[in-house]
């Protein structure tokens, strides 16, 4: 076991603490419940205290039984644990984040979410293990009076002492900015694609600069990420020059090395296994033998604006392709 209190903390701009690494519970359709939930209680055991969960992974329900058997066991307290869950799309309408985040509770058998996500910022569905060329008749483009309704519903979960922390995911700088100066209560953490080749400097100095802590996931650019998130011309991140460098002078993976470098940047990554030996090395490597300052400058150099997740089964009828999700020209796009 890794001992949590050598795992750094970050400090959101509420107060409150959040490990500096966590485990992700999405299975890539690729693992069942059972098998995340299992990595889940393996991961307890090692020593990780951050969970990041959603409804639409599938697999809450089971791994609120992880949750409430390590509680009875008093393998770790319930405060001891950060735990993230999210909306997901099909539940944006009025009262529906309500009532989803009660399910998740109940899944979860916790009473209360360290953080609340909204997992897109729009209702636009897609089917559990869909393929890349799925589409919903119904997809529209991004609405800041449908993303308000939306954020009402999270912040009256805030108020009611449901949810500790509201983040929000999957957003771009135009968009932070049609919705920010509408909050009441401000997100306090912002969860993004981020690894070696895609990192997002402007989105993630902008999440800095406004107090939102970013939480990164594919930190190593998730090999076994879904078919529809694939596409020709992807770069594997353990395979850049400057990874693999820094990989043989620590004498670790290069995957360790991706989230080295997270960490040391300043986000949060959330990676995934269901095998031991990979989750507790994911764990211990950010307790020890950090990257040097030059190592760190030749990775930030390695940038190949890279984007794996593409989200283009989110897509409106009338959209050019994927890009127009991350507003790219600076704008909405609509």
Same mark, same amino acid.
């Given at each position: 076991?890794?001992?949590?209190?050598? $795992?750094?903390?970050?400090?959101?701009?509420?107060?409150?603490?959040?490990?500096?690494?966590?485990?992700?519970?999405?299975?890539?359709?690729?693992?069942?419940?059972?098998?995340?939930?299992?990595?889940?209680?393996?991961?307890?055991?090692?020593?990780?205290?951050?969970?990041?969960?959603?409804?639409?992974?599938?697999? #809450?329900?089971?791994?609120?039984?992880?949750?409430?058997?390590?509680?009875?066991?008093?393998?770790?307290?319930? #405060?001891?644990?950060?735990?993230?869950?999210?909306?997901?799309?099909?539940?944006?309408?009025?009262?529906? $984040?309500?009532?989803?985040?009660?399910?998740?509770?109940?899944?979860?058998?916790?009473?209360?979410?360290?953080?609340?996500?909204?997992?897109?910022?729009?209702?636009?569905?897609?089917?559990?293990?869909?393929?890349?060329?799925?589409?919903?008749?119904?997809?529209?483009?991004?609405?800041?009076?449908?993303?308000?309704?939306?954020?009402?519903?999270?912040?009256?979960?805030?108020?009611?002492?449901?949810?500790?922390?509201?983040?929000?995911?999957?957003?771009?700088?135009?968009?932070?900015?049609?919705?920010?100066?509408?909050?009441?209560?401000?997100?306090?953490?912002?969860?993004?694609?981020?690894?070696?080749?895609?990192?997002?400097?402007?989105?993630?100095?902008?999440? $800095?600069?406004?107090?939102?802590?970013?939480?990164?996931?594919?930190?190593?650019?998730?090999?076994?990420?879904?078919?529809?998130?694939?596409?020709?011309?992807?770069?594997?991140?353990?395979?850049?020059?400057?990874?693999?460098?820094?990989?043989?002078?620590?004498?670790?993976?290069?995957?360790? $090395?991706?989230?080295?470098?997270?960490?040391?940047?300043?986000?949060?990554?959330?990676?995934?296994?269901?095998?031991?030996?990979?989750?507790?090395?994911?764990?211990?490597?950010?307790? #020890?033998?950090?990257?040097?300052?030059?190592?760190?400058?030749?990775?930030?150099?390695?940038?190949?604006?890279?984007?794996?997740?593409?989200?283009?089964?989110?897509?409106?009828?009338?959209?050019?392709?994927?890009?127009?999700?991350?507003? #790219?020209?600076?704008?909405?796009?609509?």
């Amino acid at each position: 076991m890794i001992d949590p209190n050598a $795992v750094p903390m970050r400090t959101l701009s509420n107060g409150r603490k959040i490990p500096c690494i966590g485990m992700g519970t999405f299975g890539s359709d690729r693992y069942g419940a059972q098998e995340v939930s299992e990595a889940v209680a393996g991961a307890i055991r090692c020593g990780y205290r951050l969970f990041d969960c959603a409804s639409v992974y599938g697999n #809450e329900a089971l791994i609120g039984e992880v949750f409430a058997q390590a509680f009875a066991e008093a393998v770790v307290k319930r #405060e001891e644990l950060f735990i993230i869950s999210k909306v997901w799309n099909d539940m944006h309408g009025k009262g529906d $984040v309500l009532l989803s985040c009660a399910k998740t509770l109940r899944d979860l058998q916790v009473d209360y979410l360290d953080a609340y996500f909204v997992h897109w910022p729009f209702a636009n569905y897609h089917a559990p293990g869909c393929g890349g060329d799925s589409r919903s008749p119904d997809a529209k483009p991004f609405s800041t009076e449908d993303f308000m309704t939306v954020w009402r519903q999270m912040e009256r979960l805030y108020d009611l002492g449901l949810v500790r922390n509201l983040g929000m995911s999957n957003m771009t700088i135009p968009k932070l900015e049609a919705v920010l100066p509408l909050c009441r209560v401000r997100p306090t953490l912002l969860e993004m694609e981020l690894h070696p080749a895609f990192q997002q400097p402007r989105l993630y100095d902008y999440c $800095v600069g406004h107090g939102i802590q970013p939480v990164g996931f594919c930190p190593i650019g998730s090999p076994n990420r879904p078919a529809r998130d694939k596409a020709d011309g992807d770069i594997v991140d353990i395979a850049l020059p400057q990874v693999e460098a820094a990989a043989k002078a620590h004498g670790i993976h290069p995957a360790l $090395v991706c989230l080295k470098w997270a960490v040391q940047r300043g986000q949060i990554p959330i990676p995934f296994s269901v095998h031991e030996k990979n989750y507790t090395g994911n764990l211990q490597c950010v307790t #020890e033998d950090p990257l040097t300052e030059e190592e760190m400058e030749q990775i930030r150099k390695a940038d190949q604006n890279c984007r794996l997740v593409k989200g283009q089964v989110f897509l409106w009828p009338g959209a050019t392709d994927w890009h127009a999700l991350w507003d #790219e020209q600076g704008m909405i796009a609509r």
